[in-house]
């Protein structure tokens, strides 16, 4: 296959790709925009004949739904926080020092990703009553934390790879001690690394349903996933497009900060590719 023909695959495929993603999000924003006798009208009318933003004013104006969207930011940026955190001095140590037992440390690292939530909920769910935090937030963050570690450590390592050296030695010499290098040295220049990492957990944690469903009870405690799936489940024709609407404020946040900040996630993604 020839140059060309093989570039005009990969863009035909791409855009394939592209419309089977956004075929659900133009139905989504059809059912928003609809007056509520519309709805019963289904996909026989794709665009509203008097399209409407009512939808969103109510969604937006009402307390219970704002209540739901913060508690999905609170969760979701704190979880992502601590697993930055937590996994920074783990990503500098794999990414500057040298130890028996390296590499299989990392790859066990990366096999916990592989892990789904679902496996371990029950035994989950039993520890955070055993020690008092059910139907809390601290248990939710807790979880979103783990789950967010292994990505951090192995998106930080290769920030930290890219890092000379060098630099850190002639702070060394300097009198810096190791501490004082990684915070005053290493961290600022792996800043777009420790962005992305966080950015990228912000949006992992975005898209739970099954963690603060078994965990959380409480209605004022729920995130807007939970929310709107407890809507989803009382529902009626008449109030799809309050449900529509609803969903399209959950989605388009992550979407949005994905596309403003592609570059910097992928550019810290593919750091270190190259290098060893």
């Known amino acids: 296959m020839s140059p060309r023909a093989a570039d005009i695959a990969t863009y035909v ?4 790709l592209a419309a089977l993603f956004l075929a659900p999000l133009t139905w989504l924003v059809s059912l928003a925009l609809r007056m509520p006798q519309e709805v019963y009208l289904g996909a026989a009318r794709f665009v509203p004949e008097s399209p409407t933003l009512d939808n969103f004013v109510q969604i937006l104006t009402d307390r219970a739904f704002g209540s739901y969207l ?5 969760l979701c940026a704190l979880g992502a926080f601590g697993a930055v955190v937590v996994a920074t001095p783990a990503a500098y140590a794999f990414s500057r020092m040298r130890f028996r037992g390296r590499l299989p440390l990392m790859l066990a690292i990366l096999l916990v990703q592989m892990i789904s939530p679902l496996v371990v909920l029950i035994p989950l769910y039993r520890y955070m ?3 008092g935090l059910l139907d809390t937030h601290l248990s939710v963050i807790g979880v979103y934390m783990a789950l967010g570690v292994p990505l951090a450590v192995w998106l930080l390592k290769a920030a930290f790879d890219t890092i000379p050296p060098s630099l850190e030695e002639a702070a060394a010499i300097d009198g810096c001690s190791r501490p004082e290098i990684l ?16 950015i990228l ?6 898209s739970q349903f099954l963690v603060p469903f078994i965990l959380l009870t409480g209605d004022g405690k729920l995130p807007i996933s939970v929310a709107i799936f407890n809507f989803a489940g009382s529902t009626s024709a008449s109030t799809t497009q309050l449900l529509a609407a609803a969903c399209l404020v959950a989605v388009v946040p992550a979407l949005a900060c994905f596309v403003a900040l592609q570059r910097m996630i992928v550019r810290a993604i593919t750091a270190g590719a190259v290098k060893g």
């Open 13 to 16: 495929a791409a855009i394939l």
């Open 70 to 74: 913060w508690n999905a930011v609170k």
């Open 129 to 131: 009553d055993r020690i």
């Open 183 to 198: 915070l005053r040295i290493t961290l600022p220049l792996a800043a777009p690394g420790l962005a992305s990492a966080f």
């Open 201 to 206: 957990n912000m949006i992992m944690g975005w």
